[in-house]
Nanobody
């Protein structure tokens, strides 16, 4: 059973930074691509960033390019999302996801989510 547990969310002012973490268990997560998604109130869940098994390939939504950085520590089975220059429109519940592919999606396993609120 794959389990993904997010942490690091919170309230931050616009222009600030947060780092989200996702701890994976239940299988060797280092063999699989991981990603971050978010869902704002009244909106559909959207892709934010993805990272390949080795960490050699990363993918970002246009809205976060240059501000967010995804990374992973396979020895700790943990994926991170460093979020800088946060904007009020980044407010959402952020979800960690795991794929059965080693490069990218589709993502089949999901965490419970962590709330990020950016005040103006």
């Amino acid at each position: 059973q794959v389990q993904l547990v997010e942490s690091g969310g919170g309230l931050v002012q616009a222009g600030g930074s947060l780092r989200l973490s996702c701890a994976a268990s239940g299988r060797t997560s280092s063999r699989y691509a991981m990603g971050w998604f978010r869902q704002a109130p009244g909106k559909e869940r959207e892709f934010v960033a993805g990272i390949s098994m080795s960490g050699g390939s990363t993918y970002y939504a246009e809205s976060v390019k240059g501000r967010f950085t995804i990374s992973r520590n396979n020895a700790k089975n943990t994926v991170y999302l460093q979020m800088n220059s946060l904007k009020p429109e980044d407010t959402a519940v952020y979800y960690c996801a795991s794929s059965d592919s080693n490069q990218a999606g589709p993502y089949n396993y999901w965490g419970q989510g962590t709330q990020v609120t950016v005040s103006s």
